[in-house]
């Protein structure tokens, strides 16, 4: 599948089909998809926290309100901001936005289904999901990745109402 197929084909997935294990092949390349990502001035300010155990992702469950597909999902990767590696701007939420992206696009081509959860900035979710993880850095996501279990409709589509040429 190709990136144009890619993007097309990705839909946010919350049933996934219940005891899958992502082989470690495909964990690598979604890693490395997230860390290929556009970073403001290179800085790459993210890490990545894998949950892949019944309690890890009942931990992330209990503590963000709409990840509730983790139930099924075969794993999530929870994606981390390191603003103190950004000490002079402020880009760190979008270099982690095009990770969770990369990361939402490599598991489509690999037959995944997938579903950005959004931590930061919601509170309290951010905060409880740091403490869960128990890390210093900030939550910007959590993508749950699995075998889709259902065929969601398309929801993107294409409006020329939202095209602007500048003169
Ligand atoms: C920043 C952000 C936060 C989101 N948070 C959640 C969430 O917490 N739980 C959830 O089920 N879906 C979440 N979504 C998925 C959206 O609901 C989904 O992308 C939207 O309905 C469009 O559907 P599609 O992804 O299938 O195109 C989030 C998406 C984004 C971009």
Avoid at 1 to 12: I, V
Avoid at 40 to 49: D, G, I, L, Q, T
Avoid at 72 to 101: H, K, M, Y
Avoid at 139 to 144: F, G, H, K
């Amino acid at each position: 599948m190709d990136c144009t197929e890619a993007l097309r084909a990705r839909r946010s997935v919350r049933k996934f089909k219940k005891g899958v294990k992502i082989p470690s092949e495909h964990l690598r390349l979604l890693l490395e998809a997230a860390m290929m990502a556009p970073s403001a001035v290179n800085s790459r300010p993210w890490e990545f926290f894998i949950a892949e155990s019944d309690e890890a992702k009942g931990a992330l469950m209990a503590a963000h309100p709409a990840c509730r597909m983790l139930e099924t999902a075969s794993l999530a990767i929870v994606v981390v901001g390191r603003p103190d590696l950004q000490p002079n701007f402020d880009f760190w939420p979008q270099d982690c936005a095009a990770a969770t992206e990369n990361i939402l696009l490599q598991a489509t081509a690999l037959g995944y289904g997938s579903c950005w959860c959004g931590c930061y900035p919601a509170r309290p979710r951010t905060d409880e999901v740091c403490k869960a993880l128990g890390t210093n850095g900030v939550p910007v996501s959590i993508v749950a990745i699995g075998v889709p279990d259902e065929q969601p409709a398309a929801k993107g589509f294409f409006d020329p109402d939202r095209v602007r040429f500048m003169r």
